[in-house]
């Protein structure tokens, strides 16, 4: 998620924490490289010159300049900007009709990620108690109607049926008058995109605002496309009055300068950001959080969020008594890393926790998870419990049975030592500051 330029803005803050007094010459040092970051991040012109302008008038001044720290004075600074940049305070709210069915009219150009994101949100919907009902309105696009109903059913979704013979917008209300009929209280509309904005989009968009009066119109943007998605989502705004946005594709290595300009240059809220091709990675866009991995702060809320979703309580608290016990053995190692699987992508999570934002996922190995569980479900039940009975040739057979080498066995067992070594003397109250969990693939 916007690795290039987190990857720069660390490295110019930890050049400019280093200078022990920071003089207006090595501020506008520090303005020019953050300006550069920016722009090489595709963030727009326009984003790039209203931030560093505030910065610069904020900065300047002789508390900041000549504070006991000035460079961590300027860090604040241009954290808070971005803050303010992305939607300062909480997450903009969805909003949802008085009398039930809310509507929620997706739109967007063609390969933005429509179709799954309407999958994604409705889940979400779900799981915070709403009855999502997906309608598929996208008639031209070949075997679209199917993706919508494939997928959502797979997510556990209720989805309209029909044969696409009928127009987008007898479709539309047949299908929020079915929801209405079936009890179901938020209607998502996939609507039909193109490869450009036309009059004939718009008109037919126009026409389904008109008919059913959408409590949410909500622009999915693919966050690779850079600059287009910000022109493209001033547009649909100007048509529709889009009431949010949300971006696609947060996971992807391009620059993602978007994310940092459409509320700006448009003025309309990002209300969502999918994270990974999974219905479950889609989560709400919350500014702090996301300006936090930007600037290698971490992101320690979402990642709470995220393991309070995996883990289970009860079998947690079996674990601590384990622990606490020292009888945490490879197979709880084993169904410790299912559940961080679970949580997305190695690389995802590790960007989240605090200082880690820089690591790359060239640094990172996404399949080192399962290369120890291969491992570990080649042991007999004895060997997991009891490690030290690995032998050489016990070795041998569960490095076949894994389609490891035994020096990778050896690598994870080093590893499980050191861990063990680690939760006992942190039982034991003599935690070491700094003190580092080995982490597979690191």
Request: proline residues 2%.
């Given at each position: 998620m916007l690795d290039d330029l987190s990857t720069r803005l660390q490295?110019?803050?930890?050049?400019?924490?280093g200078h022990g007094r920071v003089t207006e010459s090595?501020?506008?040092?520090?303005?020019?490289?953050?300006?550069?970051?920016?722009?090489?991040?595709?963030v727009h012109v326009s984003v790039v010159r209203?931030?560093?302008?505030?910065?610069?008038?904020?900065?300047?001044?002789?508390?900041?300049?000549?504070?006991?720290?000035?460079?961590?004075?300027?860090?604040?600074?241009?954290?808070?900007?971005?803050?303010?940049?992305?939607?300062?305070?909480?997450?903009?709210?969805?909003?949802?009709?008085s009398k039930p069915p809310t509507i929620f009219l997706m739109v967007g150009l063609q390969g933005s990620g429509k179709t799954t994101t309407t999958v994604k949100l409705g889940l979400w919907l779900k799981k915070g108690g709403r009855y999502p009902y997906l309608v598929p309105a996208d008639v031209y696009?070949?075997?679209?109607v199917e993706q919508l109903q494939k997928v959502g059913h797979s997510a556990g979704l209720k989805v309209y049926a029909h044969d696409a013979s009928q127009s987008p917008?007898?479709?539309?209300?047949?299908?929020?008058?079915?929801?209405?009929?079936?009890?179901?209280?938020?209607?998502?509309?996939?609507?039909?995109?193109?490869?450009?904005?036309?009059?004939?989009?718009m008109d037919e968009l126009k026409a389904l605002k008109e008919a059913l009066a959408p409590t949410e119109i909500l622009f999915v943007a693919d966050a690779m496309t850079g600059q287009d998605a910000v022109r493209s989502a001033g547009e649909f705004h100007e048509a529709l009055e889009l009431t949010g946005a949300i971006l696609t594709k947060m996971d992807g290595d391009a620059r993602g300068g978007a994310a940092l300009s459409i509320r700006h240059v448009t003025g309309v809220p990002i209300k969502f950001i999918g994270t990974g091709e999974r219905s479950s990675e889609f989560e709400l866009f919350q500014p702090d959080r996301m300006v936090g991995r930007i600037l290698g702060m971490g992101d320690v809320l979402t990642l709470i969020e995220k393991a309070e979703e995996n883990f289970d309580e009860v079998e947690a608290k079996a674990l601590e008594k384990k622990i606490r016990k020292n009888q945490f053995?490879?197979?709880?190692?084993?169904?410790q890393l299912k559940m961080l699987k679970k949580m997305g992508p190695l690389s995802s999570i590790v960007s989240m926790l605090p200082g880690m934002g820089a690591v790359r996922d060239a640094d990172l190995d996404p399949k080192a998870i399962t290369r120890v569980m291969a491992i570990v479900d080649s042991m007999t039940a004895k060997e997991r419990s009891h490690p030290k009975i690995l032998n050489g040739s016990r070795k041998k057979r569960i490095a076949r049975g894994s389609g490891q080498s035994?020096?990778?066995i050896n690598?994870?067992?080093?590893?499980?030592?050191q861990i063990r070594r680690m939760m006992k003397t942190m039982q034991a109250g003599k935690g070491r500051k700094g003190a580092r969990l080995p982490f597979p693939g690191r």
């Open positions: 490295g110019i803050f930890k050049t400019l924490r090595i501020l506008g040092d520090t303005l020019r490289e953050i300006r550069l970051a920016l722009l090489e991040a595709d209203s931030v560093l302008q505030v910065v610069r008038e904020k900065a300047v001044g002789e508390d900041v300049l000549k504070s006991l720290s000035p460079g961590q004075q300027v860090v604040k600074i241009v954290r808070d900007e971005l803050e303010e940049l992305l939607g300062a305070g909480k997450p903009a709210q969805v909003r949802f009709a696009r070949p075997a679209a917008l007898e479709i539309a209300r047949a299908g929020a008058l079915e929801a209405q009929r079936t009890g179901f209280d938020t209607v998502l509309i996939d609507t039909a995109g193109r490869l450009h904005v036309d009059e004939t989009l053995t490879l197979e709880e190692f084993r169904d035994v020096q990778e690598r994870l067992l080093k590893q499980f030592a």
